[in-house]
């Protein structure tokens, strides 16, 4: 039984022709399939048919977020698991989405919709199984390897971080402590073996900070930099380091107003890896390692 990672996000744009320009030639993801409303993407690196879908929409936001299982069973397994902690659960059908089987739906209490999947159609990275180059020709922009974590908000912050903890077993890598020194902020969750697949803030519910992509390497945040800077695009702060996770980062914004995120390096994590507490009195350090201060827009803009 088991959570494998993060495997997508739908994304909700409104300034609809730039955004989906932008994810494909500014970051550099390959477009898979499309329908009247949406534009299924995914990372070069992925072997699966998608891992971002955006979506036609009049607002800019996160429509849902989805972890791939490893078996099919494991739809069983979590959704009998959700049904037992009190959560209401539905079944997405096979074939509503292009390319994927059912999914398990229910709601965070943070208030964004998240699903298990385990069918979704194997497309590959361009790459063959046998003798490959590190990488295929015709990459653009960008072109992070993969999908890598999100930050959702909600005002339940302990609610959505207990839930993910013990129905599905996710670690907790880090959290950062409201002034009261007792209840928390923001979590760092991981059901991999990465810093974290997913992080929770107080905030505006069924809100979301950013979606990440990973890079390999510090090099690469610096292209990414002059690749945004190139295309005019927004960015919000970086490049720069976290003091959490220790990952290097970029933060911008798509041209619907959705944060995104491209996010280097971070340490590994087991089951074991014990959890790292950061004081209020710390959250610049925690957030921005180098200049420790929180600007305006990071702390207020939601999508
Ligand atoms: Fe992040």
Known sequence: MGIMRL?????????????????????????????????????????DHHSVILEK???????????????????????????????EVSRTPAGMRIAEGEAVRFQLPTGQYMELYHQIEVVGNGLPLTNPDPWPDGL????????????????????????LQEVFGFGMSEKVLLDDGESMLATWLFITNTAHDIAVIKGPNAGVHH????????????????????????IDIGPTRHGITRGTTIYFF?????????????????????????????????IFYYNKELNERFTSVFS
């Open 57 to 87: 929409s009049d607002s800019a936001g996160l429509d849902h977020l989805a972890f791939k299982v490893k078996d099919e069973a494991d739809l069983d397994y979590y959704e009998q698991k959700l049904i037992e902690y009190g959560v």
């Open 254 to 286: 798509d041209p619907s107003g959705n944060r995104n995120e491209v996010f280097c390096g971070g340490y590994i994590t087991y089951a074991d890896f014990p959890t790292i507490t950061w004081t209020f009195d710390s959250l610049g350090a925690a």
């Open 211 to 234: 979606v990440a992509f990973y890079l390999d390497e510090w090099n690469d945040i610096r292209k990414a930099a002059d690749i945004m800077g190139k295309n005019h695009v927004s």
């Open 7 to 47: 495997g997508r996000v739908q994304l909700r744009c409104h300034n609809w022709e730039k955004s989906v320009e932008y994810y494909k030639k500014v970051i550099g993801l390959i477009e898979t399939a499309r329908d009247e409303n949406h534009v299924y993407l995914k990372a070069w690196d992925e072997y």
């Open 140 to 163: 653009v922009g960008i072109h992070p390897p993969r999908l890598d974590h999100l930050l959702i908000s909600g005002e339940d912050v302990e609610g959505t971080t207990k839930l």
